[in-house]
């Protein structure tokens, strides 16, 4: 058996998921985002990979074997917590380090 990195076999996943959701259109589709904004994906984004698991078909942790075990949890958190306050989340850029650092930014 060939021997596959974690970033490796993240892309690889990315190509998984986008034919589960027959093409990037699609998947573009029930993101509410644009195809281009996919197709410019080299691995699917670990907030989008935490959106895509909300569907039901795929956990964050396996599109994203690269990241951290858990991290879904910090968008979860962060999405309970911006509900509370009544906000969009879409609005907001979310951040994690290698320190395991989080921030949250607004984007205008």
């Given amino acids: 058996m060939i021997?596959?990195?974690?970033t490796e076999l993240s892309n690889m996943r990315m190509d998984e998921v986008i034919c589960?959701?027959?093409g990037g259109g699609n998947l573009a589709r029930k993101l509410n985002i644009s195809h281009p904004a996919i197709s410019k994906w080299n691995k699917?984004?670990?907030?989008r990979a935490y959106q895509i698991?909300?569907?039901?078909?795929?956990?964050s942790e396996y599109i994203r074997?690269?990241?951290?075990?858990?991290f879904s949890k910090i968008f979860a958190a962060i999405e309970d917590t911006l509900e509370l306050i009544d906000e969009d989340f879409s609005e907001y850029k979310v951040v994690i380090t290698k320190e395991k650092k989080v921030g949250v930014t607004l984007e205008w």
């Fill in 3 to 6: 021997s596959t990195n974690m």
């Fill in 20 to 22: 589960e959701y027959l």
């Fill in 44 to 47: 699917i984004p670990a907030f």
């Fill in 53 to 59: 698991s909300k569907f039901g078909d795929f956990t």
């Fill in 65 to 70: 074997p690269d990241l951290p075990k858990g």
